[in-house]
């Protein structure tokens, strides 16, 4: 593993350890060349996935962006990171799982509406107020009707 410090590629493992959820291990190096410690992850990957956005422009599958998007709906809410990780890893094994190599971004955004309906009706309605694209109150008002509604 390259160090981010000086470019060193012969950093070594001090200490691995698995995180909660045993979905990805976590390793602590340290560069021999300068002696910066830096923390890397190792995640399976069963294959590679690319988002098929929009405007038809193909591009590859971002774990970081999909955590970002649910993270910035659960902002200021009581949702520890924990959980948010778990909801990550949930969804990438149902994309995985699916066979296909190339998702469509609105398949993405519907596993998250479900994870984020389960989880907090805040996060789910600012999710929403991106993933369907919200112009006014009405298009909340309307959202929130149809939400009380299905309770």
Sequence with gaps: MRCPFCGCIDSQVKDSRPNEDYSCIRRRRV???CGSRFTTFERVQLR??????????????EREKLYK???????????DTVRLEKIVNSIVRQL???GEPVIKSSDIG???????????????IRY?????????TK???EFVANLMGNK
Excluded: H, T
């Excluded at 590679?48 to 599958?61: G, I, R, S, T």
């Excluded at 596993?111 to 907090?120: A, I, K, Q, R, T």
């Excluded at 929403?128 to 006014?136: G, L, M, Q, R, T």
């Design 139 to 141: 298009d909340f008002e």
């Design 69 to 79: 998007s649910i993270e910035l709906a659960v902002r200021k809410r009581n949702i």
């Design 48 to 61: 590679e996935l690319a988002v098929l956005k929009k405007n038809d422009m193909q591009v590859p599958f």
């Design 31 to 33: 560069c021999p060349e």
């Design 128 to 136: 929403a107020s991106v993933y369907k694209n919200f112009n006014s």
């Design 110 to 124: 519907k596993l998250v509406m479900e994870s984020l309906l389960g989880l907090d009706k805040v996060a789910y």
């Design 96 to 98: 995985e799982a699916s």
